[in-house]
């Protein structure tokens, strides 16, 4: 994998108990290089629980898979009688490759009518992101689980150009 390298053969699966594994390692390895500062390895186990317990209420983990195997590039989770987008998160040596874009698709394909979700305030990356792809600035969210600052962000086909 490398930097901004446009995915090939890209396929939207929805999560299976065998992707355990790869999805927490990419998890990791994504919010390491986010915030370095913080020691992701430890809430492994948090992170498999929280998406169960999502999943249990009806929320959907869908996986973007590259090339002719099972190569996890991302995931999404949604939950489409909230609206909330929960994860979203890409495998940092594919940033910039159209992967995110291809996973917020996946996650209007759930939630058509809207989406809302949290994202650190001093996240400038993701923020501009979210707004790259219609995302608003529509209040303050709870602190995050280190503390951080959040802000709600929310994306209504409503108001999507057309």
Same mark, same amino acid.
């Given at each position: ?12 699966? !929805? ?26 390895? $430890? ?37 489409? *009688? ?16 159209? *992967?995110? =874009?291809?996973?917020?698709?996946? *996650?209007?394909?759930?939630?058509? *009518? ?9 996240? =400038? ?5 979210? =707004? ?25 086909? !409503?108001?999507?150009? $057309?």
């Amino acid at each position: 994998m490398t930097d901004g390298r446009p995915i090939t053969g890209p396929r939207i699966v !929805a999560r299976r108990d065998s992707d355990w594994a790869a999805l927490t390692d990419l998890w990791v390895a994504a919010w390491r290089r986010t915030y370095a500062d913080i020691d992701f390895e $430890a809430r492994r186990d948090w992170l498999k629980n929280h998406i169960v317990q999502l999943e249990h209420g009806g929320a959907r983990t869908l996986l973007l898979l590259e090339g002719a195997g099972r190569i996890l590039v991302g995931f999404v989770t949604v939950d489409p *009688a909230s609206h909330w987008l929960d994860q979203l998160c890409v495998h940092p040596e594919r940033f910039g490759s159209g *992967a995110a =874009e291809a996973l917020i698709e996946a *996650a209007r394909s759930l939630s058509p *009518a809207r989406l809302r979700l949290d994202v650190n305030q001093d996240n =400038e990356r993701a923020i501009a992101f979210y =707004e790259r792809e219609g995302f608003v600035r529509v209040g303050e969210g709870r602190p995050s689980l280190a503390g951080r600052p959040t802000l709600i962000m929310e994306w209504s086909s !409503a108001t999507a150009p $057309a």
